[in-house]
């Protein structure tokens, strides 16, 4: 039996890794899942796979887990400690899927103890690159991507050598405002930024796609994981979400990967991997689909994608600020508090203010990202209030 362990299972990931799971009975022994608010459905995830311990992210949702696996004989524990310590069991293969840099010292706990990471917590790569590459090699533990575009980059580099690699580019859908007028952006509401054109994805991160912030993320994330440096790195508009990305060569010859717009492929890559095991996913028909189409991103409409090559030049822990700072304006923004186009105005204005005061300098373990993450959620929290005052 291979042990497993599922952190952010009541998540959109969560929910798509925990399907594919209790598809394949008596292959794994899932070790714990971890949720947050939504104890109903961590608890009857944690039924249906007969799991060893169930972990809520928040205290005040203790009580009311504990009620709904009563006599189940299931473990329960909430807080961020009790994640860690979720992490840390021993397991075979971890999903790391929570949101957000609070999926962070969960994943580094899950490296520490030596098993595969699944990775879809692109966050974590952006805050502390090195800290999670550094702590899955020294404890002999490897980490495998989620994220579409980095599942079809590792997918296409397989058997390749990474010192022949030219370019690698990324696709974006464009997310749901890629034909609106830029004049309309300002006035964007957070329901319509809710709604991606292609993929069924948590609400952050689906209006992280409106604003290109996810794009912004994943070149980070690219840059992270696979030691490309920024400039061999693009990304390109491709509306149909077909093509995921593509990696091309010093032989000019280019290989892409292209599946449905649907995460279970990519999670089963990994779950699977080095295997490739059937998937039930939707089949391209390609002659149907008919055309595929590409365009250049226009810097000027989506600021993110300037500010992540900023980023990424800065080095250190820019990342670590970029990140909290689109986090605490996202907030804002599904708070009502700010604009759509205030988000990246904010992060901006943050990454330029904490690079002003040193913040950004110092050597990245989980104690110096945490600090720049603290400092630069309460700069942006201050810019919001001014915003609206
Ligand atoms: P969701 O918002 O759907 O789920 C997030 C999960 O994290 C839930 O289990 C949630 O619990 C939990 N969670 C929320 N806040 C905290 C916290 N402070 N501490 C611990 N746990 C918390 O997100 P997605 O599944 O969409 O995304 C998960 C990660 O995967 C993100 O990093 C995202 O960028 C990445 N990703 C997602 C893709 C997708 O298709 N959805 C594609 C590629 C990458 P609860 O809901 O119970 O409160
Ligand atoms: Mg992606």
Same mark, same amino acid.
């Given at each position: 039996?291979?042990?497993?362990?599922?952190? +952010?299972?009541?998540?959109?990931?969560?929910?798509?890794?925990?399907?594919?799971? *209790?598809?394949?009975? +008596?292959?794994?022994?899932?070790?714990?899942?971890?949720?947050?608010?939504?104890?109903?459905?961590?608890?009857?995830?944690?039924?249906?796979?007969?799991?060893?311990?169930?972990?809520?992210?928040?205290?005040?949702?203790?009580?009311?887990?504990?009620?709904?696996?009563?006599?189940?004989?299931?473990?329960?524990?909430?807080?961020?400690?009790?994640?860690?310590?979720?992490?840390?069991?021993?397991?075979?293969?971890?999903?790391?899927?929570?949101?957000?840099?609070?999926?962070?010292?969960?994943?580094?706990?899950?490296?520490?103890?030596?098993?595969?990471?699944?990775?879809?917590?692109?966050?974590?790569?952006?805050?502390?690159?090195?800290?999670?590459?550094?702590?899955?090699?020294?404890?002999?533990?490897?980490?495998?991507?989620?994220?579409?575009?980095?599942?079809?980059?590792?997918?296409?580099?397989?058997?390749?050598?990474?010192?022949?690699?030219?370019?690698?580019?990324?696709?974006?859908?464009?997310?749901?405002?890629?034909?609106?007028?830029?004049?309309?952006?300002?006035?964007?509401?957070?329901?319509?930024?809710?709604?991606?054109?292609?993929?069924?994805?948590?609400?952050?991160?689906?209006?992280?796609?409106?604003?290109?912030?996810?794009?912004?993320?994943?070149?980070?994330?690219?840059?992270?994981?696979?030691?490309?440096?920024?400039?061999?790195?693009?990304?390109?508009?491709?509306?149909?979400?077909?093509?995921?990305?593509?990696?091309?060569?010093?032989?000019?010859?280019?290989?892409?990967?292209?599946?449905?717009?649907?995460?279970?492929?990519?999670?089963?890559?990994?779950?699977?991997?080095?295997?490739?095991?059937?998937?039930?996913?939707?089949?391209?028909?390609?002659?149907?689909?008919?055309?595929?189409?590409?365009?250049?991103?226009?810097?000027?409409?989506?600021?993110?994608?300037?500010?992540?090559?900023?980023?990424?030049?800065?080095?250190?822990?820019?990342?670590?600020?970029?990140? *909290?700072?689109?986090?605490?304006?996202?907030?804002?923004?599904?708070?009502?508090?700010?604009?759509?186009?205030?988000?990246?105005?904010?992060?901006?204005?943050?990454?330029?203010?904490?690079?002003?005061?040193?913040?950004?300098?110092?050597?990245?373990?989980?104690?110096?990202?945490?600090?720049?993450?603290?400092?630069?959620?309460?700069?942006?929290?201050?810019?919001?209030?001014?915003?609206?005052?």
């Amino acid at each position: 039996m291979r042990r497993v362990t599922i952190l +952010g299972a009541t998540g959109s990931i969560g929910c798509n890794t925990v399907s594919l799971i *209790a598809e394949d009975p +008596g292959t794994y022994e899932v070790v714990a899942l971890t949720g947050g608010r939504n104890v109903a459905l961590l608890a009857e995830q944690a039924r249906k796979l007969g799991v060893g311990l169930a972990v809520t992210a928040h205290e005040e949702c203790h009580d009311a887990l504990k009620s709904a696996l009563a006599g189940t004989g299931i473990e329960v524990a909430a807080g961020p400690e009790a994640l860690v310590e979720a992490a840390q069991r021993p397991a075979d293969w971890t999903m790391s899927a929570i949101v957000g840099a609070a999926g962070l010292a969960p994943g580094l706990a899950a490296l520490a103890q030596g098993g595969t990471l699944a990775l879809a917590n692109k966050e974590s790569l952006v805050c502390a690159g090195p800290l999670l590459m550094e702590t899955a090699r020294a404890a002999g533990a490897r980490i495998l991507p989620v994220d579409s575009e980095h599942s079809g980059v590792f997918q296409a580099l397989q058997g390749e050598d990474v010192a022949a690699v030219e370019r690698v580019v990324i696709t974006a859908s464009g997310g749901a405002f890629r034909d609106w007028p830029v004049e309309r952006l300002a006035m964007a509401t957070v329901a319509e930024a809710s709604s991606h054109p292609n993929w069924a994805m948590g609400q952050r991160i689906t209006i992280d796609s409106a604003s290109l912030f996810n794009k912004a993320l994943e070149l980070i994330e690219t840059h992270q994981y696979f030691g490309i440096s920024p400039e061999r790195i693009e990304a390109v508009i491709h509306p149909e979400s077909l093509v995921h990305a593509l990696v091309g060569f010093r032989d000019g010859g280019m290989i892409a990967h292209l599946g449905p717009p649907d995460m279970r492929h990519a999670i089963g890559y990994a779950l699977n991997w080095p295997e490739r095991r059937a998937v039930g996913v939707e089949r391209l028909d390609l002659a149907k689909i008919g055309s595929l189409t590409f365009s250049a991103p226009d810097e000027g409409r989506y600021p993110a994608l300037r500010l992540a090559r900023a980023v990424m030049a800065a080095g250190g822990l820019a990342g670590a600020v970029f990140n *909290a700072a689109k986090e605490q304006a996202l907030d804002g923004f599904i708070a009502g508090q700010i604009g759509f186009l205030d988000m990246a105005s904010i992060v901006e204005d943050v990454l330029a203010k904490l690079a002003g005061e040193g913040h950004m300098g110092s050597t990245i373990t989980l104690e110096t990202v945490m600090a720049a993450d603290g400092a630069a959620r309460r700069a942006a929290s201050e810019l919001i209030d001014e915003r609206q005052g």
